[in-house]
């Protein structure tokens, strides 16, 4: 009997709300997802849950049916297809914010900017009132974002509120439109902006992943979207895209990054090579030998945990 393929479901959803038990709601997750062969990351906290995970069909359903009988019926879960398992292993984990900012007080949850429809949004975004501000971190804004976008070039989403202290001037008597990769990083961005005193306030309705599903003419996106598993970039199309990452910058390759003579693989790029020592690309090489050797067995490379 001829083995039937089954195609990889790559489900992403978050909700912010309040969630008390943090442990039972981490057994019971921890223990469907791993009975049903699950992988990827499920984030609880105090102020919801933030997931992206991966199995095939049958799984995906039964461990969506339980987080919404468990946190929420109102989750949007958001679907994606891939010809591999893009996750190494499966991570429940406690934490205090299921994306860090680092402000304490916000409710995303009460208080968040108005949502614009995806296939409202190249309209809303060229009124000349509206400033575009990319929430995403700056090497995923490298590979791809909406055009004439504000980009604050963080390296990280915890930066973004003294970007914004510093950029009072470029904000000031604007309609403020943010977007990031799902949605979950201008919900809490958007709070934080209205809880310091902003008004007018938007966010895209479910991250670029979701406008690039609904719209079928992106007149205003340009590039692909970063992705943190390891299709590393998906096109307009939602389908894998050119990118690789680099193992010691984790920054997206192109074609062209991996032409370079300081392109080693698994061991250095363009972005990283003058920056990491010997030592550290002498245990990078190693690494990447393990790999080959795990390749060579038919066996799977999952490295360290964290």
Same mark, same amino acid.
């Given at each position: 009997?001829?083995?039937?393929?089954q195609?990889?479901i790559?489900?992403?959803?978050? +909700?912010?709300?309040?969630?008390? /038990?943090?442990?039972?709601?981490?057994?019971?997750?921890?223990?469907?997802?791993k009975?049903?062969?699950?992988?990827?990351t499920?984030l609880?906290?105090q102020?919801?849950? *933030?997931?992206?995970?991966s199995?095939?069909?049958?799984?995906?359903? !039964?461990?969506t049916?339980?987080?919404?009988?468990?946190?929420?019926?109102?989750?949007l879960? %958001?679907y994606? !297809?891939?010809?591999k +398992?893009p996750?190494?292993?499966?991570?429940? &984990?406690?934490?205090?914010?299921?994306?860090?900012?680092?402000?304490k007080?916000?409710?995303?949850?009460?208080?968040?900017g108005?949502?614009?429809?995806p296939?409202? @949004?190249?309209?809303?975004?060229? *009124?000349?009132?509206?400033?575009?501000l990319?929430?995403?971190?700056n090497?995923e804004?490298?590979i791809g #974002?909406? &055009?004439?976008?504000?980009i604050?070039?963080?390296?990280?989403?915890?930066?973004f509120?003294? @970007?914004?202290? +510093?950029n009072?001037?470029?904000?000031?008597? !604007?309609?403020?439109?943010?977007? $990031?990769? =799902?949605?979950?990083?201008?919900? %809490?961005a #958007?709070?934080?902006?209205?809880?310091?005193?902003?008004?007018?306030v938007?966010?895209?309705?479910?991250g670029?992943?979701?406008y690039?599903?609904?719209?079928? *003419?992106k007149k205003? @996106?340009?590039?692909?979207c970063?992705?943190?598993? /390891?299709?590393?970039?998906? *096109? /307009?199309?939602?389908?894998? =895209?050119?990118?690789?990452? $680099?193992?010691?910058?984790?920054?997206?390759l192109?074609?062209?990054?991996?032409? #370079?003579?300081?392109?080693i !693989?698994?061991?250095? $790029?363009?972005?990283?090579?003058?920056?990491?020592?010997?030592? &550290?690309?002498? #245990?990078?090489?190693?690494?990447?030998? +393990?790999?080959?050797l795990?390749?060579?067995? =038919?066996?799977?490379h999952i490295?360290n &945990?964290?």
């Amino acid at each position: 009997m001829t083995k039937v393929h089954q195609q990889n479901i790559v489900c992403s959803f978050y +909700q912010f709300l309040k969630i008390v /038990d943090l442990k039972n709601l981490k057994i019971k997750i921890f223990n469907q997802a791993k009975k049903n062969k699950i992988l990827g990351t499920i984030l609880i906290a105090q102020e919801g849950i *933030n997931g992206t995970i991966s199995g095939n069909n049958e799984s995906i359903k !039964k461990i969506t049916k339980l987080v919404k009988k468990e946190v929420s019926e109102d989750i949007l879960f %958001k679907y994606s !297809k891939n010809d591999k +398992q893009p996750f190494l292993r499966l991570k429940v &984990k406690i934490k205090r914010e299921i994306v860090r900012l680092g402000i304490k007080g916000l409710k995303p949850n009460v208080n968040t900017g108005k949502y614009v429809n995806p296939k409202e @949004w190249d309209n809303f975004i060229t *009124n000349k009132d509206v400033i575009t501000l990319d929430t995403r971190n700056n090497y995923e804004t490298e590979i791809g #974002s909406f &055009k004439e976008s504000i980009i604050p070039k963080t390296k990280t989403f915890s930066e973004f509120p003294d @970007w914004i202290k +510093q950029n009072k001037e470029i904000l000031k008597n !604007k309609k403020i439109a943010m977007y $990031c990769t =799902g949605g979950i990083r201008c919900e %809490k961005a #958007s709070s934080y902006l209205l809880d310091i005193g902003y008004e007018d306030v938007f966010q895209l309705e479910g991250g670029v992943l979701n406008y690039l599903k609904e719209v079928k *003419n992106k007149k205003r @996106w340009k590039g692909e979207c970063f992705v943190f598993d /390891d299709r590393v970039s998906v *096109n /307009d199309k939602l389908e894998k =895209g050119n990118f690789i990452q $680099c193992f010691a910058c984790r920054n997206p390759l192109s074609k062209k990054d991996r032409l #370079s003579r300081d392109y080693i !693989k698994g061991v250095s $790029c363009p972005n990283c090579y003058s920056k990491t020592s010997s030592k &550290k690309k002498e #245990s990078f090489i190693e690494r990447q030998k +393990q790999i080959n050797l795990s390749k060579v067995r =038919g066996e799977k490379h999952i490295g360290n &945990k964290e």
